[in-house]
């Protein structure tokens, strides 16, 4: 009876790693394939895309300031991002007005925003029932490809989203952290917050991870779960009170005008429905739509609950992090550009990439419960079911209006005539100053929008005078024009 029991649970083992073997197999080629959809989908969007506005802008004043304390220090719009200002001056200085590295390091974010919640979702053993959909909708969301349109917004919207990941990666680890995890955590946020300071609000999302981990994975009861938690943080904590200490006391401000607490809920509300949900499913904003796409959260909510009702704790902290993030979206944008800002899909990148991690967590298996294996039929109901989401997904990405180019002639092509021109100029030659095309740069970047700080961003450090002593002027389209009566 003895080796009956032995010889079962033996072929118990076997048909187990044998299932397993299978599944990670398949989940690894959609990785692949996941992988690749992400490229094809940042550099199709992306080829149409060029620098435009605050790029110009943040260009302008790195090559004015230079690398020195001040520059660092100086705010984006009342914020304090040192590291932020530091990546614009470190681009401009290696790859001046080229916008292929930009291209290049967008797809290497995506890809690292894939592979961080893949290992993440491994980790906890999410099967690919939980993956492959996951990887997709990061691989090919509109949301991703609005977020890229800009790379003023994508360098702290994206960068500050992986750093966020990653901290989730260390704080997602099963068991104790221990003071080189807490540290380590605390690092990441200093990294995110510094380019973004809406990271700051990350502290919510790694509390809520790291009590789970204790009352899931540790058995603690609640409060000492929280406790726990909190411990953890305690060098993130630091971090968050430095940081928010410097803005405090320095002089960090927009002055935009505030919304009151109606109007921050209904952006609030207006955020979470016609730009999250909206963007990340491609499903628009139809009433369909919508109902659509909180009927998968709820069924992702209920799923997840019901594999252990602790997870509760994962869902209240993201419910947290997302009306805190939105809020301070509305607390910025609300009155200046009405509700109509809650749409912008480019806002909550960081709000689907934390959801979907999320999900991954909470709906990965206990420990201890073993692998089902999936049928060929399964697995091709899957890959399916996956395909015609991720050719929905690019469909709806491709739609993406590219808000920026209204005018004309495209900024790249403004660029690239200019850039000829000015190589051909001969010595002795001015140039008069003038207001570079609102294309280019809009009319609220004035006075950094005159020739005379454009320029110098092209490394052309010739002369800028006056439009009636110049001998040649810039025309709309970023040809050089002779001025009638200029001396040769």
Not at 50 to 75: H, K, P, T, V
Not at 79 to 106: D, E, I, K, T
Not at 137 to 160: H, I, K
């Given at each position: 009876m003895y080796c009956i029991r032995t010889d079962e649970r033996k072929k118990s083992r076997h048909v187990t790693v044998i299932a397993r073997m299978r599944i990670d197999a398949g989940?690894?080629?959609?990785?692949?394939?996941?992988?690749?959809?992400?490229?094809?989908?940042?550099?199709?969007?992306?080829?149409?895309?060029?620098?435009?506005?605050?790029?110009?802008?943040?260009?302008?004043?790195?090559?004015?300031?230079?690398?020195?304390?001040?520059?660092?220090?100086?705010?984006?719009?009342?914020?304090?991002?040192?590291?932020?200002?530091?990546?614009?001056?470190?681009?401009?200085?290696?790859?001046?007005?080229?916008?292929?590295?930009?291209?290049?390091?967008?797809?290497?974010?995506?890809?690292?925003?894939?592979?961080?919640?893949?290992?993440?979702?491994?980790?906890?053993?999410?099967?690919?029932?939980?993956?492959?959909?996951?990887?997709?909708?990061?691989?090919?969301?509109?949301?991703?490809?609005?977020?890229?349109?800009?790379?003023?917004?994508?360098?702290?919207?994206?960068?500050?989203?992986?750093?966020?990941?990653?901290?989730?990666?260390?704080?997602?680890?099963?068991?104790?952290?221990?003071?080189?995890?807490?540290?380590?955590?605390?690092?990441?946020?200093?990294?995110g917050v510094t380019l973004y300071p809406k990271a700051l609000f990350s502290v919510v999302l790694i509390w809520s991870v790291r009590a789970f981990v204790a009352a899931e994975e540790m058995e603690f009861a609640t409060g000492r779960a929280a406790f726990a938690a909190t411990i953890d943080l305690v060098p993130a904590m630091l971090v968050a009170v430095g940081y928010a200490a410097v803005v405090h006391f320095g002089t960090y401000t927009n002055g935009v005008a505030r919304p009151d607490v109606a109007t921050l809920l209904a952006f609030v509300g207006a955020g979470w429905n016609h730009g999250l949900l909206a963007g990340a499913f491609g499903l628009g904003t139809s009433v369909l739509a919508l109902v659509v796409g909180n009927c998968v959260v709820v069924a992702v909510l209920s799923a997840s609950v019901v594999r252990s009702k602790r997870r509760w704790i994962l869902w209240l902290g993201f419910a947290a992090y997302v009306v805190v993030s939105i809020g301070v979206i509305g607390w910025n944008r609300a009155v200046p550009f009405g509700l109509a800002a809650a749409q912008n899909t480019r806002y909550y990148a960081d709000v689907l990439c934390y959801g979907l991690v999320f999900a991954t967590v909470a709906l990965a298996p206990r420990r201890g419960t073993p692998a089902r294996p999936m049928s060929a039929g399964a697995w091709s109901l899957l890959g399916v079911v996956c395909f015609v989401g991720a050719s929905h997904l690019l469909v709806a990405a491709s739609r993406v209006p590219h808000l920026w180019y209204a005018g004309p002639e495209k900024p790249a092509r403004f660029v690239e005539k200019l850039s000829l021109a000015l190589g051909t100029l001969e010595p002795g030659e001015t140039i008069g100053n003038a207001v570079v095309p609102e294309y280019v740069m809009p009319g609220w970047t004035f006075p950094l929008n005159q020739y005379r700080y454009f320029l110098p961003v092209f490394r052309f450090y010739g002369r800028v005078v006056p439009m009636q002593d110049a001998t040649q002027a810039v025309t709309e389209t970023g040809e050089l024009r002779r001025l009638r009566g200029a001396r040769r």
């Open positions: 989940v690894n080629w959609w990785l692949v394939f996941a992988l690749a959809l992400s490229a094809v989908a940042i550099l199709r969007e992306s080829r149409a895309f060029y620098f435009f506005s605050d790029d110009y802008l943040n260009f302008i004043i790195a090559e004015d300031m230079g690398f020195s304390r001040a520059y660092l220090a100086r705010d984006v719009f009342g914020q304090f991002v040192p590291l932020y200002r530091f990546c614009f001056l470190a681009y401009w200085h290696v790859f001046g007005l080229a916008f292929w590295p930009f291209r290049v390091c967008s797809v290497a974010v995506c890809w690292a925003v894939i592979a961080i919640t893949w290992s993440i979702g491994r980790h906890w053993r999410a099967g690919p029932v939980v993956l492959l959909p996951v990887a997709t909708v990061l691989a090919c969301s509109p949301v991703f490809v609005t977020c890229v349109q800009w790379m003023s917004a994508a360098l702290s919207v994206s960068g500050s989203t992986v750093a966020g990941l990653l901290a989730l990666a260390v704080a997602t680890r099963r068991g104790p952290l221990g003071w080189t995890g807490r540290i380590a955590i605390a690092a990441l946020l200093l990294v």
